[in-house]
Structure formats: C-alpha cells, structure tokens
C-alpha cells in the first residue's frame, strides 16, 4: 500500500541531545514537508522540500535540520539548539505542482518528548 | 477509513459570491477542528478552528459552522476574491492532540 511512515511513533529526548525523525514515502512524490503542531495551535511549517538535494526553511527552522538525498526520505533532526522541542511532528508529501488537485498526504506523526 | 472526509474534490465560485466547503467527520470525540489553505508549491497556511463546543466561529471574511448532531462542519468564505482560489483542508484534532485531515477541496474563484 502507499503511504507515508513515520517513525517512530513515540521519541524520547534527553537535554542537549539531538535526535533524528524518519519520514518515509512510496507515493513518487516530489515536494515533502515537516510541521510542528502544538496543542491549541495550528501546524507550523520547519521545513520543505520540492525536489532532491534541494530543500528550504519554513516558518521555525531554527534549531532543526534536515535532508534529501532521496525522493522517498526526509529526515528532521532537532538538535539541542531548538529550546522547546517537545511537540507533535507531522511529516507529509504532495503531488507535482501544476496538477487538478494538490493533495497532501499526511503521515501519522511522532510525538517528541524532551525528559 | 477515513474519518475526516472532504467529498467534494473541487469548487467553482464566483467572485463576490459566497464559498462554502464542507467537510465531514466519523469520530464524536475529536476536539477541535480546523480549516488551512494551501496554494501549489506551499505548505498549508492556518485559517480558522472551532472548538467542539462551539458552533460558529468567526474571523473577518471566513466563519466555521460545526454542526455536532451531524458531524458536519463547512468553511464559509464572503465576499470571495481571487486570492483565494486554493486547496482547503479540513483537519480534526483528537484529545491527544493528533490531527487527521481530508483529501482537501480545491476551490477556483472565477473573474
């Protein structure tokens, strides 16, 4: 089946440690984008990418990072700089531009807690 | 199963008319729910939310009805203008604070 995973479902972080969030998609898709949801808030946009080896920050970049090398992974890494990086993580991919539709399908989150 | 279901795929209004966007959902639990807006090569942009208490939410041009007893919630645009022709997802927040959207509803305003 298609679809997007995430992985893992639950992380846990110790301060001044990085970790790293796998995101993970077989819909051929070209554009992936990583959000941030807080309770009582929408998502905010870290990170996107259109293409391969091509990527560029969202909203609240700082304090995260992240890579292309292939068109099916999009890795995040939240590195000890983000102050406040407990959250929600959605991870999520899109159909070319310029189709009938642009859909985004939405991966089913990890959620981050730092201890 | 999809909980969050947008069944319609597009929507052509005229501008200065009203748009309307509906969505449905499965799950009686779900406690809040928002409205984004999405235009191509973007990420989704934050528009309105409604809490499962409420039944109306308003801000400026754009206002949510939440119909509980029908799980039936609809964004409502007026006047709409050209700006606005996007993709509109419609998401649902859980208790633990997941989200589930639908497939999105694409509106085109016409000149």
């Known amino acids: 089946d298609g679809g997007i995973t995430q992985s893992p479902k639950y992380l846990f972080r110790k301060e001044g440690q990085n970790v790293t969030l796998s995101c993970e998609q077989n819909?051929?898709?070209?554009?992936m984008y990583w959000y941030r949801q807080d309770p009582g808030q929408g998502l905010r946009l870290i990170y996107y990418s259109q293409i391969v080896n091509d990527f560029q920050k969202g909203d609240i970049a700082e304090g995260y990072s992240v890579s292309r090398e292939k068109k099916e992974s999009f890795p995040l890494t939240v590195t000890s700089a983000q102050k406040n990086p407990t959250a929600f993580y959605l991870c999520?991919?899109?159909?070319?531009?310029?189709?009938?539709?642009?859909?985004?399908?939405f991966g089913p989150g990890t959620r981050l807690l730092v201890l | 199963d999809q909980q969050v279901k947008q069944n319609s795929p597009s929507l052509s209004v005229q501008e200065g008319r009203i748009s309307i966007l509906n969505c449905d959902y499965t799950n009686s639990m779900f406690d809040y729910f928002l409205w984004y807006k999405k235009y191509p090569a973007e990420g989704p942009t934050f528009l309105i939310s409604?809490?499962?208490?409420?039944d109306k939410n308003e801000d400026g041009r754009f206002t949510v009805f939440l119909n509980k007893s029908a799980k039936h919630l609809s964004l409502h645009i007026v006047p709409s203008q050209p700006g606005d022709s996007a993709v509109y997802f419609c998401?649902?927040?859980?208790?633990?604070?997941?989200?589930?959207f639908g497939k999105g509803t694409r509106l085109h305003i016409l000149p």
């Open positions: 409604i809490s499962s208490i409420k």
């Open positions: 819909l051929n898709h070209d554009a």
């Open positions: 998401a649902a927040v859980t208790r633990d604070d997941k989200i589930i």
């Open positions: 999520a991919s899109s159909t070319p531009t310029g189709g009938l539709q642009e859909t985004q399908y």
